[in-house]
């Protein structure tokens, strides 16, 4: 396999006066769990955002399968490959969980759009039952616990069989045994042939489960690397640390983000 | 034409420039804290205004309980008129916001315009009811002396209001930007949560903030309303203008909203200036109607569109909620006993019930299109009517004026309301929300004065004649004979349950559809639909055709129901209503259409109200506009979907009391 699966050169993203991301290089070649990790506001979120089309790049590269996609629409961005989550799921609270799974189904060149898909059952099914959520077909969103409405995301996000899925900070919310399937889970997507992309600030999980690591703050990748040598680089203990007040910025820094209302 | 006369014109329209700028900083208040955007700014400004002119001519305050302040019907003096009608605007703020927009503090976007809608037609109808629909002339308040400026002589009203604007503008500014009550606004209105804890009064800060744009409404609707004339639609429409000065504004910006107003008053004044002047386009010996209503659209839909985002710029954790959209059951069994219950009402009841019955399935089918775009996709569009009306006049000049043969007409007529409803589908795939609701309301206004007004492509002032279905040589209409049966005959009624069904039978269809599941993605996550592959701007595009479509046959239906069009009846402030009643109903499923249907004006709850009850049809539209409020904040899902999860409900608890019956009675 020739070149990387995505490159982002020097992609810069200014809101106003805001640097959101500043010259960031990224590379994710096929088949490697790669984290993204750094404090509150450093830019990950967005990361993501200008990878899947969400948010415009003011400047910068971006290649996908050996395509520029960086002026490419994010539905098409999609159906070439690119899934992702949301930490907020986005899940549609108004159909069913195979629905909702089905709703990313590739659908047959040609197929007429009124009619159902039949070869789309398929698909949605194993997708589901993939992550050990098949007897929640028919139930709505609404009804499930945040654990199991994080995995139905999941699920949505593998049914178009990408090549590659952004997850944002899919373990806000959860607890232990549900991180650690989480982990589990993504481990055995990525064995699959699809290359994952986490943002998340469960270090354990990270740390544990990730390839390799880019650590961003203020928007810049300060540091990247196997999660080993990412852990013990001074420019990333000085990011989480700061070398001020070691002891307030500790907490201030390596504080997981807050569950949002999501989280129940 | 001079200069002199260019500039005079210019600075005449100052007065309606203040009344709009007045007006568009209240909605700026209101929406900077609460999220509300008013529609119903116009109409309690225009309240203001008439109570002022009654206390002014009879000394009467209408509260709407007439009470006389002075003796013998005197006229009161100005200042206290004023002081009075300052004093009811505050109360008026503060009521709407406790009555209204507080308990619906986290209710979606759709609910609060809705509930805002609620309070337009309210007043709308209070003041119909009080002081009727004609202009009333409203007595001045500041002195009209002619003043000389820049060479021309213009009334000094016009100048003192310009002058109140700049203060007021400079006031507000300074009370957002540097005082504690000011930052404190911003700052709950940023984060709820963030304020209460710390310590900040939420419902205080916010009625206040109502306050203040509930009195600034009608201190400008007193002060103005005689520099433009008080009638109760035109007053309440104001409101086009005053959220194209709003949206300008970006909903934040006083000095770019205020701008905005006054040079809409000023294109307002040229085009009067224009209009007389021999070149202008004329219809009939008069100049082109409804130029002055087009100027505010165009402005908001160029506008919108080159500013308008294809994404949202932040997600929120929680979608806001919309009316559920179940999906539809037991829809074989409802559609036969539908069918029978119809024809035995055609065949039974008097020709006023059937009528009646006649209105409420017109109704159904509009509210229909409703149920399509906002419902399943999310799409307020206010439009609904002019898309109806489309479809009304251009049967009636395909069937009376160009006289071809039955099917022709109504195919004609349907596939101009598709063709409408897609040109306004064009700013929907760049704006939303909100946005798309204030440009289709600005549309709404500018196709009913522009086209159905319009004697060369309406009808001008007189309705329209719409030539009967005629089926081999065999006349359909309600006032003709059918099948030998008594005249006038249920004939017609039949063909407009077969039109429902047809209509009802396709929204379901579309609901267990692909295309419709992937409407209902939409509505909850444009981002993740995105995400998904689903082709958002397809997905509305057939939204607004299918709403195009069930618009077009409620408006065609209309047209044969009544002979004819006429351009009141295809009105914005009828689309206001309609989307209210729809919304009642239930606005996401098939059930909240029939529903709404029943409530619609001239429907049969309403005829029934009439008949037995002897409450004349005048105060429908206050009923329909209390309705519209109290469903809102109570029933949010629409009366259908709470019936429905109340006799689930009741069968529950029923079942669970048998059993526990049984058990006990085996005890015993």
Known sequence: MAGPLLRAEALCLHYGGVRALNEVDVEITPTELVGVIGPNGAGKSTLLDAITGFATPTSGALTFDGQDVLRRRPSERARMGIARTWQTLQLFEDLTVSENVRMAVPRRPKAVGVLPRRGGERAEHDALARLGIGGLADRMPGELSHGQRVLVGIARALAGDPKLLLM??????????????????????????????????????????????YVLDFGAVIASGAPRQVRNDPAVVAAYLGADDPETRDEERLQPSLPTEGAR | MSTEQILAFMMLGLGYGALIAGLATGMVVTYRSTGVINIAAGATAAYSAYVYSELRTTGTLVLPPSIPLTADREPLGALPALAIGLALAAGLGVLQYLLVYRPLAKAGPLAKIVASSGVLLTVQAVIVLRWGADPVAAPAVLPQAPVDLLGVSIPEDRLLLAGLVVVVTALLWTLYRYTRFGIATRAAADSRKGSVLLGLSTARLESANWVIASV?????????????????????????????????????????????????????????????????????????????????????????????????????AVAPPMPRAPRPRHVGPAAVVGAVVVVAALAGLSFDWRQALINTMLGAVLCLSVVVTTGFV?????????????????????????????????????????????????????????????????????????????????????????????????????????????????????????????????????????????????????????????????????????????????GVLYGYNFAGVSADRFGPLTS????????????????????????????????????????????????????VILTVIGSPNGVAVSVADGARALRETWRRQRRRGVTATGES
């Open chain 1, 168 to 213: 944002d900070e899919p373990a806000a919310g959860l607890d232990g045994s549900e991180r650690d399937l989480l982990g589990e889970i993504l481990r055995d997507v990525v064995a699959s042939g699809t290359s994952v992309v986490l943002v998340d600030h469960d270090m354990p999980l990270v740390l544990g489960i990730c390839d390799r690591l």
């Open chain 2, 216 to 316: 600034l409404g009608g201190l400008f609707g007193m002060l103005a309303a005689p520099t433009t004339q008080l009638q109760p639609t035109t007053f309440t429409l104001l409101v086009v203008p005053v959220l194209t000065a709003a949206l300008l504004g970006g909903f934040s910006s006083f000095g770019v909203t205020v701008a905005t107003a006054f040079g809409l008053g000023a294109v307002n004044s040229l085009i009067a200036l224009f209009q007389g002047q021999p070149w202008f386009p004329k219809v009939d010996g008069a100049p082109l109607p409804g130029v002055t209503e087009l100027a505010p659209f165009l402005v908001l839909a160029v506008v919108l569109y080159l500013r308008g985002r294809a994404l949202p710029d932040r997600l929120t």
């Open chain 2, 378 to 554: 999310g799409q307020i569009s206010f439009a609904q009517m002019a898309v109806a009306g489309a479809a009304g006049y251009v049967t009636a000049a395909i069937g009376t004026d160009a006289n071809l043969p039955f099917p022709l007409p109504p195919i004609a007529g349907i596939a101009a309301a598709v063709a409408t409803s897609l040109l306004f589908s064009v700013p929907a795939r760049r704006v939303r929300g909100l946005q798309l609701a204030v440009l289709t309301l600005a549309g709404g206004v500018a196709a009913q004065r522009f086209w159905f007004g319009n004697p060369q492509w309406g009808s001008g002032l007189r309705p329209a004649n719409v030539a009967p279905i005629t089926v081999f040589g065999t006349e359909i209409s309600p006032s003709h004979s059918f099948w030998g049966t008594e005249s006038p005959s249920s004939g017609f009624g039949l063909v407009v349950f077969v039109a429902l069904l047809g209509c009802a039978l396709l929204v379901v269809r579309v609901r267990r559809s692909a295309l419709g599941a992937r409407m209902l993605a939409v509505r909850s996550s444009e981002a993740a639909a995105v995400a998904t592959g689903v082709n958002v701007g397809a997905v509305k595009t057939a939204a607004f055709a299918m709403g195009g479509l069930l618009a077009g046959v409620a």
């Open chain 2, 576 to 627: 206001i209503a309609f989307f209210g009643v729809a919304v009642l109903g239930g606005v996401g499923t098939v059930s909240g259409a029939l529903v709404g249907g029943l409530l619609v004006s001239q429907g049969l709850l309403f005829h029934a109200v009439t008949t037995w009850f002897g409450i004349g049809p005048d105060y429908q539209p206050l009923f329909a506009g209390l309705a």
